[in-house]
C-alpha cells in the first residue's frame, strides 16, 4: 500500500485546491507533474488513471483513484472530518455547499476546456476564436457574479470569514483557485466583491505562504491583468 496520496497535477492548474486541501490536512503526496496540454506525452502521464487525460486525478494511500476537483475535495473533506474543511453530513450549511462545489465546475471550471484552446469549438478561424474567448470571459464574470448574489444573503446571516462562516472549506480553496485563471481576478473582485474578501484572505493565509509560492506564485500585478 502506499503510504502517501498521489496527485496528478500541475502548476496553477486544477490540482492546486487539491493540493492545498492535502497541504492544510498535513497530508503526505507526492505530486506526478503533467500539465496534459502540453501535449500527448504529458497527457500519458494521466492515460493509467484518468482515461480523459486531464488533471486532477488522486491516488489515495488505500490504491482507489478519484478524479474530478470538486470530486476529490468533498471526499478529502468528508474523510477528514476533524479539520472542518466542509460542513457536516447534519449542518444546515451542507446544501449549499454541495451546490456551489458542483456549481464551480459545471458553470465555470468546464468553460476553460474551451479557453485554453478555442479552436475545439470555434475552428481555425482567429476572429471567430477571439469572439469565443471574450464571450466565455463574459460568461465566467456572470457566474461569479451570480454566486456572489446568492452567496452575500447566506455571508450576512452566518458571518465568519468564509463563504460559509468561521472555517476554511474546500470551497474557499475552489474559489481562490479558480478565480485567478481567466479573466483573472481583476474582474472577479468587480463583480464579487464580497467573495473577493475572502479569497483575499485565503492568499494570505500563514499556513499556505510557501504552497502558493510553490505551486501558484503571485507575481507581481497578476490581479491586474486583462480578460484574455
Known amino acids: 500500500m502506499n503510504p502517501v496520496y498521489t496527485i496528478y497535477g500541475a502548476l496553477g492548474s486544477g490540482s492546486v485546491p487539491v493540493e492545498a486541501a492535502l497541504t492544510l490536512l498535513g497530508q503526505s503526496y507526492d505530486v506526478v507533474e503533467a500539465p496534459t496540454w502540453e501535449g ?4 500519458a502521464k494521466v492515460a493509467g488513471v484518468n482515461p480523459l487525460r486531464q488533471i486532477p486525478a488522486l491516488v489515495t494511500p488505500d490504491g482507489e483513484t478519484i478524479t474530478e476537483s470538486a470530486a476529490i475535495l468533498v471526499w478529502l473533506a468528508d474523510a477528514h472530518p476533524t479539520a472542518r474543511l466542509a460542513p457536516s453530513l447534519d449542518s444546515p450549511l451542507r446544501a449549499q455547499f454541495l451546490r456551489w462545489m458542483i456549481f464551480i465546475p459545471a458553470s465555470i471550471y468546464s468553460l476553460f476546456w474551451v479557453r485554453d484552446d478555442p479552436s475545439r469549438l470555434a475552428g ?62 481583476k474582474r472577479f473582485y468587480e463583480v464579487a466583491p464580497r467573495m473577493s474578501q475572502v479569497v483575499r484572505r485565503v492568499d494570505a493565509d500563514p499556513r499556505l505562504a510557501g504552497f502558493w509560492a510553490e505551486r501558484f506564485p503571485f507575481v507581481e500585478g497578476w490581479e491586474n491583468r486583462g480578460a484574455a
Request: charged share 25%; aromatic share 6%.
Open 40 to 43: 500527448q506525452a504529458q497527457q
Open 124 to 185: 481555425p478561424d482567429p476572429e471567430v476564436q477571439a469572439r469565443v474567448k471574450a464571450a466565455t470571459a463574459e460568461r465566467i464574470a456572470d457566474c461569479w457574479g451570480m454566486m456572489e448574489s446568492q452567496l452575500a444573503p447566506l455571508m450576512d446571516d452566518h458571518g465568519g470569514d468564509y463563504l460559509l462562516g468561521h472555517d476554511l472549506s474546500v470551497l474557499d480553496l475552489y474559489v481562490a483557485v479558480v478565480s485567478r485563471w481567466g479573466p483573472r481576478r
